[in-house]
Protein backbone atom coordinates (compact mmCIF):
# COMPACT_ATOMS: atom_id res chain seq x y z
CA UNK A 1 0.00 0.00 0.00
CA UNK A 2 2.72 2.04 0.69
CA UNK A 3 4.66 1.61 -2.60
CA UNK A 4 0.84 2.09 -4.59
CA UNK A 5 1.23 5.91 -2.48
CA UNK A 6 4.44 6.45 -3.38
CA UNK A 7 3.30 6.07 -6.88
CA UNK A 8 0.33 8.03 -6.78
CA UNK A 9 2.29 11.02 -4.82
CA UNK A 10 5.11 11.23 -7.60
CA UNK A 11 3.41 12.59 -10.51
CA UNK A 12 1.61 15.14 -8.54
CA UNK A 13 4.94 15.86 -7.19
CA UNK A 14 6.59 16.05 -9.89
CA UNK A 15 4.16 18.38 -11.21
CA UNK A 16 4.52 20.95 -8.26
CA UNK A 17 8.33 21.40 -8.66
CA UNK A 18 7.36 21.64 -12.66
CA UNK A 19 5.25 24.72 -11.24
CA UNK A 20 7.35 25.53 -8.82
CA UNK A 21 9.94 26.22 -10.97
CA UNK A 22 8.16 28.33 -13.60
CA UNK A 23 9.81 31.59 -13.93
CA UNK A 24 8.28 34.96 -15.16
CA UNK A 25 5.91 35.32 -16.49
CA UNK A 26 3.76 32.71 -16.27
CA UNK A 27 0.52 35.24 -17.60
CA UNK A 28 -0.78 37.89 -19.49
CA UNK A 29 1.27 41.51 -17.84
CA UNK A 30 -0.49 44.50 -17.67
CA UNK A 31 0.87 47.75 -18.74
CA UNK A 32 -0.94 51.03 -17.26
CA UNK A 33 -1.09 54.15 -19.66
CA UNK A 34 -2.39 57.15 -17.00
CA UNK A 35 -3.59 58.72 -20.07
CA UNK A 36 -6.69 57.78 -22.29
CA UNK A 37 -6.35 56.01 -25.89
CA UNK A 38 -4.89 57.97 -28.69
CA UNK A 39 -2.45 60.37 -27.63
CA UNK A 40 0.99 60.62 -27.32
CA UNK A 41 1.71 58.63 -24.76
CA UNK A 42 -0.47 55.60 -25.71
CA UNK A 43 1.28 55.76 -28.85
CA UNK A 44 4.57 55.04 -27.32
CA UNK A 45 2.75 51.85 -25.14
CA UNK A 46 0.80 50.29 -27.84
CA UNK A 47 4.57 49.01 -29.71
CA UNK A 48 7.10 48.95 -26.81
CA UNK A 49 3.83 46.58 -24.98
CA UNK A 50 3.14 44.68 -28.56
CA UNK A 51 7.33 43.98 -29.16
CA UNK A 52 7.42 42.85 -25.23
CA UNK A 53 4.63 40.24 -24.97
CA UNK A 54 6.83 38.64 -28.06
CA UNK A 55 9.87 38.97 -25.73
CA UNK A 56 7.97 38.06 -22.63
CA UNK A 57 6.13 35.17 -24.20
CA UNK A 58 3.04 36.48 -22.98
CA UNK A 59 0.52 39.05 -23.87
CA UNK A 60 0.96 42.91 -22.46
CA UNK A 61 -2.00 44.35 -22.29
CA UNK A 62 -2.56 48.38 -22.26
CA UNK A 63 -4.91 49.69 -19.79
CA UNK A 64 -6.05 53.07 -20.25
CA UNK A 65 -6.40 54.94 -17.36
CA UNK A 66 -6.62 58.59 -17.51
CA UNK A 67 -8.01 61.27 -15.20
CA UNK A 68 -6.70 63.74 -12.56
CA UNK A 69 -3.21 64.78 -14.78
CA UNK A 70 -2.29 60.72 -13.99
CA UNK A 71 -2.93 60.61 -10.40
CA UNK A 72 -5.48 57.22 -11.62
CA UNK A 73 -3.28 55.05 -13.23
CA UNK A 74 -0.63 56.06 -10.85
CA UNK A 75 -2.40 55.20 -7.99
CA UNK A 76 -3.94 52.17 -9.11
CA UNK A 77 -0.41 50.70 -10.15
CA UNK A 78 1.08 52.19 -6.48
CA UNK A 79 -1.46 49.56 -5.11
CA UNK A 80 -1.02 46.72 -7.33
CA UNK A 81 0.90 43.23 -6.24
CA UNK A 82 4.47 43.67 -6.99
CA UNK A 83 4.60 40.43 -8.53
CA UNK A 84 5.47 41.88 -12.32
CA UNK A 85 2.34 41.40 -13.69
CA UNK A 86 1.61 45.48 -13.23
CA UNK A 87 3.60 47.83 -14.99
CA UNK A 88 3.17 51.62 -15.46
CA UNK A 89 4.27 54.03 -18.10
CA UNK A 90 4.94 57.36 -16.54
CA UNK A 91 5.64 61.07 -17.76
CA UNK A 92 7.43 64.02 -16.16
CA UNK A 93 4.06 65.26 -14.85
CA UNK A 94 3.26 62.54 -12.96
CA UNK A 95 6.43 61.91 -11.03
CA UNK A 96 8.35 65.14 -11.18
CA UNK A 97 6.00 68.12 -11.14
CA UNK A 98 2.31 66.77 -10.14
CA UNK A 99 4.24 66.32 -5.84
CA UNK A 100 5.07 70.01 -6.44
CA UNK A 101 1.84 70.85 -7.24
CA UNK A 102 -0.03 68.65 -5.00
CA UNK A 103 0.81 68.16 -1.78
CA UNK A 104 -1.83 65.30 -0.85
CA UNK A 105 -1.29 63.27 -4.18
CA UNK A 106 -2.47 59.35 -3.46
CA UNK A 107 0.86 57.99 -4.37
CA UNK A 108 4.45 59.03 -4.02
CA UNK A 109 6.52 59.25 -6.97
CA UNK A 110 10.09 57.41 -5.10
CA UNK A 111 8.34 55.27 -2.06
CA UNK A 112 5.81 53.39 -4.09
CA UNK A 113 7.47 52.47 -7.30
CA UNK A 114 10.24 50.36 -8.69
CA UNK A 115 11.48 52.33 -11.35
CA UNK A 116 12.47 49.81 -14.82
CA UNK A 117 14.17 51.99 -16.85
CA UNK A 118 13.81 55.49 -18.52
CA UNK A 119 12.10 55.12 -22.53
CA UNK A 120 13.52 58.71 -23.68
CA UNK A 121 13.00 62.32 -23.70
CA UNK A 122 11.14 64.52 -26.52
CA UNK A 123 12.67 68.10 -26.10
CA UNK A 124 10.50 71.52 -27.03
CA UNK A 125 11.66 73.56 -29.69
CA UNK A 126 11.24 77.48 -28.88
CA UNK A 127 9.64 79.22 -31.97
CA UNK A 128 8.88 82.55 -32.44
CA UNK A 129 6.88 84.57 -34.78
CA UNK A 130 8.71 85.38 -38.35
CA UNK A 131 8.03 89.11 -37.49
CA UNK A 132 10.00 88.99 -34.67
CA UNK A 133 13.21 90.32 -35.00
CA UNK A 134 15.33 87.57 -33.82
CA UNK A 135 17.29 84.83 -34.59
CA UNK A 136 18.44 83.00 -31.91
CA UNK A 137 18.16 82.54 -27.81
CA UNK A 138 20.78 85.56 -27.14
CA UNK A 139 18.78 87.74 -29.69
CA UNK A 140 15.95 87.11 -27.86
CA UNK A 141 16.93 87.92 -24.45
CA UNK A 142 18.36 91.09 -25.56
CA UNK A 143 15.23 91.81 -27.39
CA UNK A 144 13.15 91.11 -23.96
CA UNK A 145 15.28 93.37 -21.97
CA UNK A 146 14.36 96.56 -23.56
CA UNK A 147 10.95 95.40 -24.36
CA UNK A 148 10.12 94.03 -20.03
CA UNK A 149 6.84 92.92 -20.22
CA UNK A 150 5.94 93.12 -23.57
CA UNK A 151 6.48 89.97 -25.10
CA UNK A 152 3.76 87.23 -25.21
CA UNK A 153 4.47 83.62 -25.05
CA UNK A 154 1.45 80.90 -25.25
CA UNK A 155 1.34 77.71 -24.08
CA UNK A 156 -0.82 74.13 -24.22
CA UNK A 157 -2.17 75.48 -20.22
CA UNK A 158 -1.36 76.66 -16.62
CA UNK A 159 1.31 74.43 -15.28
CA UNK A 160 2.01 72.63 -17.89
CA UNK A 161 5.91 72.05 -19.47
CA UNK A 162 5.59 74.96 -21.98
CA UNK A 163 4.39 77.14 -19.44
CA UNK A 164 7.39 76.46 -16.90
CA UNK A 165 9.64 76.93 -20.01
CA UNK A 166 8.81 80.21 -20.02
CA UNK A 167 9.57 80.28 -16.36
CA UNK A 168 12.78 79.32 -16.31
CA UNK A 169 13.70 81.17 -19.56
CA UNK A 170 12.72 84.22 -17.83
CA UNK A 171 14.34 83.61 -14.40
CA UNK A 172 18.06 82.03 -16.07
CA UNK A 173 18.31 84.95 -18.64
CA UNK A 174 16.43 88.07 -16.11
CA UNK A 175 13.87 88.73 -18.48
CA UNK A 176 10.06 89.26 -17.94
CA UNK A 177 7.47 88.19 -20.18
CA UNK A 178 3.94 87.53 -20.42
CA UNK A 179 2.33 84.07 -20.32
CA UNK A 180 -0.89 83.01 -22.48
CA UNK A 181 -2.68 79.87 -21.76
CA UNK A 182 -4.22 78.16 -24.13
CA UNK A 183 -6.57 75.22 -23.79
CA UNK A 184 -4.25 72.41 -25.34
CA UNK A 185 -1.25 73.08 -27.45
CA UNK A 186 -2.91 73.45 -30.76
CA UNK A 187 -4.48 76.61 -30.45
CA UNK A 188 -1.20 77.54 -28.49
CA UNK A 189 0.79 77.43 -31.72
CA UNK A 190 -2.49 78.46 -33.72
CA UNK A 191 -2.46 81.76 -32.10
CA UNK A 192 1.64 81.98 -32.64
CA UNK A 193 1.49 81.52 -36.39
CA UNK A 194 -1.00 84.25 -36.57
CA UNK A 195 0.72 86.75 -34.71
CA UNK A 196 -1.23 87.28 -31.29
CA UNK A 197 1.43 86.44 -28.98
CA UNK A 198 5.48 86.36 -30.22
CA UNK A 199 7.15 83.23 -29.01
CA UNK A 200 5.96 79.45 -28.20
CA UNK A 201 7.44 76.45 -26.70
CA UNK A 202 6.05 73.22 -28.29
CA UNK A 203 6.99 69.60 -29.04
CA UNK A 204 8.86 69.23 -32.12
CA UNK A 205 6.52 67.13 -34.17
CA UNK A 206 4.08 69.88 -33.40
CA UNK A 207 6.21 72.94 -34.00
CA UNK A 208 8.67 71.56 -37.10
CA UNK A 209 6.20 71.62 -39.66
CA UNK A 210 5.24 74.70 -38.77
CA UNK A 211 8.77 76.24 -38.81
CA UNK A 212 9.62 74.24 -41.88
CA UNK A 213 6.38 75.66 -44.11
CA UNK A 214 8.28 79.37 -43.04
CA UNK A 215 5.19 80.33 -41.04
CA UNK A 216 7.26 79.83 -37.50
CA UNK A 217 11.22 80.45 -36.63
CA UNK A 218 13.07 78.03 -34.82
CA UNK A 219 15.53 79.25 -32.00
CA UNK A 220 15.90 77.00 -29.78
CA UNK A 221 15.57 73.53 -28.68
CA UNK A 222 15.47 72.75 -24.99
CA UNK A 223 17.69 69.85 -25.01
CA UNK A 224 21.66 69.95 -23.23
CA UNK A 225 22.94 69.43 -26.56
CA UNK A 226 21.21 69.87 -30.34
CA UNK A 227 18.58 67.84 -31.63
CA UNK A 228 18.90 65.47 -34.22
CA UNK A 229 15.67 66.51 -35.57
CA UNK A 230 16.40 69.87 -36.08
CA UNK A 231 20.17 70.26 -35.93
CA UNK A 232 20.66 73.62 -37.50
CA UNK A 233 18.92 74.59 -34.08
CA UNK A 234 20.99 75.89 -31.51
CA UNK A 235 20.11 74.24 -27.80
CA UNK A 236 19.29 76.80 -25.63
CA UNK A 237 21.87 75.94 -23.10
CA UNK A 238 24.88 76.84 -25.30
CA UNK A 239 23.28 80.57 -24.56
CA UNK A 240 22.13 80.06 -21.16
CA UNK A 241 24.04 76.82 -19.37
CA UNK A 242 22.49 74.15 -17.47
CA UNK A 243 19.06 75.09 -19.30
CA UNK A 244 17.07 71.92 -19.84
CA UNK A 245 13.50 70.86 -20.50
CA UNK A 246 11.94 67.74 -21.94
CA UNK A 247 8.94 65.55 -21.25
CA UNK A 248 10.52 62.26 -20.53
CA UNK A 249 8.55 58.67 -20.35
CA UNK A 250 9.63 55.79 -18.48
CA UNK A 251 8.31 52.10 -17.28
CA UNK A 252 8.19 51.39 -13.41
CA UNK A 253 7.06 48.40 -11.53
CA UNK A 254 5.05 48.85 -7.90
CA UNK A 255 7.88 48.97 -5.10
CA UNK A 256 8.99 45.78 -4.02
CA UNK A 257 8.82 43.89 -7.20
CA UNK A 258 11.59 41.17 -7.32
CA UNK A 259 14.91 42.53 -8.83
CA UNK A 260 15.38 39.39 -10.89
CA UNK A 261 11.70 40.94 -12.35
CA UNK A 262 13.26 44.16 -12.63
CA UNK A 263 15.91 43.04 -14.09
CA UNK A 264 14.71 41.20 -17.05
CA UNK A 265 12.05 43.76 -17.94
CA UNK A 266 14.90 46.36 -18.12
CA UNK A 267 16.71 44.06 -20.65
CA UNK A 268 14.00 43.52 -22.71
CA UNK A 269 12.25 46.53 -22.81
CA UNK A 270 15.95 48.23 -23.54
CA UNK A 271 16.75 45.75 -26.53
CA UNK A 272 13.01 46.78 -27.55
CA UNK A 273 14.50 50.41 -27.89
CA UNK A 274 16.93 49.24 -30.29
CA UNK A 275 15.16 47.80 -32.83
CA UNK A 276 15.12 49.24 -35.76
CA UNK A 277 11.34 49.08 -36.84
CA UNK A 278 10.68 50.44 -33.24
CA UNK A 279 13.04 53.38 -33.61
CA UNK A 280 11.97 54.58 -37.13
CA UNK A 281 8.57 54.50 -35.89
CA UNK A 282 9.24 56.81 -32.74
CA UNK A 283 8.19 60.51 -32.56
CA UNK A 284 10.15 62.82 -34.53
CA UNK A 285 12.37 64.57 -32.06
CA UNK A 286 11.91 61.58 -29.40
CA UNK A 287 15.29 60.57 -28.07
CA UNK A 288 15.20 56.75 -26.99
CA UNK A 289 16.81 56.17 -23.55
CA UNK A 290 17.18 52.49 -21.97
CA UNK A 291 18.81 53.13 -18.83
CA UNK A 292 19.25 50.97 -15.84
CA UNK A 293 17.07 50.80 -13.16
CA UNK A 294 19.64 52.55 -10.72
CA UNK A 295 19.98 55.49 -12.55
CA UNK A 296 16.68 55.73 -14.06
CA UNK A 297 15.88 56.16 -9.64
CA UNK A 298 18.47 58.85 -9.65
CA UNK A 299 17.21 60.73 -12.15
CA UNK A 300 13.87 60.71 -10.93
CA UNK A 301 15.00 62.34 -8.09
CA UNK A 302 16.75 64.98 -9.54
CA UNK A 303 13.94 65.94 -11.46
CA UNK A 304 11.83 65.86 -8.64
CA UNK A 305 14.44 68.69 -6.54
CA UNK A 306 14.91 70.38 -10.22
CA UNK A 307 10.82 71.24 -10.67
CA UNK A 308 9.99 71.79 -6.99
CA UNK A 309 12.65 74.20 -7.03
CA UNK A 310 11.10 75.88 -10.29
CA UNK A 311 7.47 75.90 -9.62
CA UNK A 312 8.22 77.17 -5.88
CA UNK A 313 10.69 79.94 -7.52
CA UNK A 314 8.07 81.12 -10.59
CA UNK A 315 5.49 80.86 -7.81
CA UNK A 316 2.93 78.68 -10.77
CA UNK A 317 0.05 76.97 -9.07
CA UNK A 318 -2.94 74.52 -10.57
CA UNK A 319 -6.28 74.36 -9.30
Known amino acids: ?161 PHLAGRMLERAAGITMVHVPYRGGGPALRDLIAGQVQLNFAVIPAAKPHVDASKLRAIGVTTVRRSKAVPGVAAIAETLPGYEVSTWFGVLAPARTPASTINLLNREIVGILHLPEVRNGLPVGFEPDGSAPEAFSEFIRREIAKWEKVIRESGVTVE
Open 1 to 161: MQKLANLVALPILILSLQAFGQSYPTKPVRLIVPYPPGGGTDLLARPIAQKLGVMLGQQVIVDNRGGANGAIGMELAAKASPDGYTLVLALTAQLAMNPAFHRALPYDPVRDYAPVTMLGKTPYLLTVHPSLPVGSTRDLILLAKTRPGQLAYSSSGNGGI
